[in-house]
């Protein structure tokens, strides 16, 4: 079983019977969002020597948390089971500790943690709510984050409080995606030459070098292009490999990554460009445009006219701080640099310097 059913398990069948009696008609939702492999079904036997078994996380109003949560947990030390489904239910602490913090309530004995949606949102994506989420704010946040928040499963929810906050972290506002894409196809055009010009002065080593990273950036523009966040390294590829577009794009990219010389490698390349931006006009992603295969001015690298296609994308965008902005791109096309993705406050100052106001 995963570990996503085990938490459902858990909920239904420990925890809500135990929180009916001992805090009757508390108004909660219980969810496993965050972190780890089962939020999106990747866990496997490895996944199980770290912070993987029976969890649930309570939230509760602020108000609801200063009475209950640290009572709550403590008692549930006592009376939660050693074991559930043939799974222990102690902390397997490593990386993560239990919860612990003024919004926050857990204990190493048991999977059992209470939160706070306000506490979550501004320790996981430095928000203070999801109302009014600024155009500078959606670009600071990182998509590995933004799916620990959105994927996952929730067990119970009064009120839809936080099924609300959820739903307005789908997916990026339809500006911001149009930004989002036309700066993918900056990302590409700047290296897309040079694996035909590295390669033909015999740098094989660094023509495969670009090559490989030029497929994190189709797969990245598939993610786009199909409205799905995308996760960190670990998963990159097993969840690209679930896209609808995958099914187009994967034969390609394989192509890339295997060939044996960089007309090959150009040639493969320039051919999933091409099945994006087609992609991109059949489903009437931004202006109109006419995608075209050909060589980098006069010298023999197959590329595409991204210049054309991203100016194409971006004309639509009404928000006029968007509209303004040079093509540079959001947190996750700008770096992706561990301590400043998990540093969601410091990503959101990261990217206000970038390109906030002066």
């Known amino acids: 079983m995963q570990g996503i059913e085990l938490s459902r398990h858990f909920y239904v069948d420990v925890v809500c019977p135990w929180l009916d009696a001992a805090a009757p008609n508390l108004q909660h939702a219980a969810a496993l969002i965050g972190y780890g492999s089962e939020l999106l079904g990747f866990d496997d036997e490895m996944s199980q020597d ?13 108000d609801d948390f200063d009475v209950h949560a640290h009572r709550l947990v403590d008692a549930f030390t006592t009376e939660a089971p050693r074991q559930f489904m043939g ?30 949606i306000e506490a979550r949102l501004a320790g996981g994506l430095a928000l203070e709510s999801v109302d009014s989420i600024t155009p ?14 959105t994927a996952g499963a929730v067990f119970h929810d ?3 409080r936080l ?6 972290l789908s997916y990026f506002p339809r500006d911001i995606w149009l930004y989002k894409i036309a700066c993918q196809w900056r990302r590409i055009g700047e290296e897309q030459a040079f694996v035909g010009r ?12 670009i090559a490989a990273r030029l497929v994190r950036d189709v797969m990245r523009m598939g993610f786009l292009l199909d409205r799905r966040y995308a996760p960190y390294p670990k998963w990159f590829g097993s ?24 007309q090959e490698r150009g040639e493969a390349l320039a051919a999933a460009y091409l099945a994006l931006a087609n992609r991109q006009r059949a489903d009437g992603i931004g202006d109109v445009f006419e995608p075209v295969i050909g060589p980098y001015h006069e010298r023999p690298f197959a590329t595409i006219n ?32 561990t301590p400043v993705i998990e540093d969601p406050a410091g990503a959101q100052r990261m990217m206000h310097a970038l390109l906030g106001p002066s």
Do not use: C, Y
Not at 100 to 113: F, K, T, Y
Not at 163 to 168: C, E, H, L, P, Y
Not at 309 to 331: H, M, N, W
């Open 87 to 116: 799974e222990p239910i102690q902390w397997r602490s490593r990386p993560h500790p239990a919860a612990s913090g003024r919004w926050a309530a857990g204990a190493v004995e048991h999977g059992l943690e209470i939160h706070t």
């Open 163 to 168: 099924g609300k906050v959820r739903s307005a």
């Open 239 to 262: 969840a690209f490999a679930r896209l609808p577009i995958a099914t187009t794009l994967s034969p390609l990219l394989e192509r890339v990554l295997v060939a044996p010389d960089w």
């Open 158 to 160: 009064d009120g839809d």
């Open 198 to 209: 590295t390669g033909m002065v015999g740098d094989e080593i660094g023509s495969r070098v």
């Open 50 to 62: 770290h912070n993987w078994g029976a969890r649930v996380h309570l939230f509760l109003s602020q």
């Open 136 to 149: 500078l704010q959606w670009l600071g946040l990182s998509e590995q984050r933004l799916l620990g928040f």
């Open 306 to 337: 991204v210049d054309e296609i991203g100016a194409a994308t971006a004309r639509p965008i009404e928000d006029p701080f968007l509209k303004a902005l040079p093509i540079v791109g959001s947190l996750d096309q700008v770096t992706d640099l």
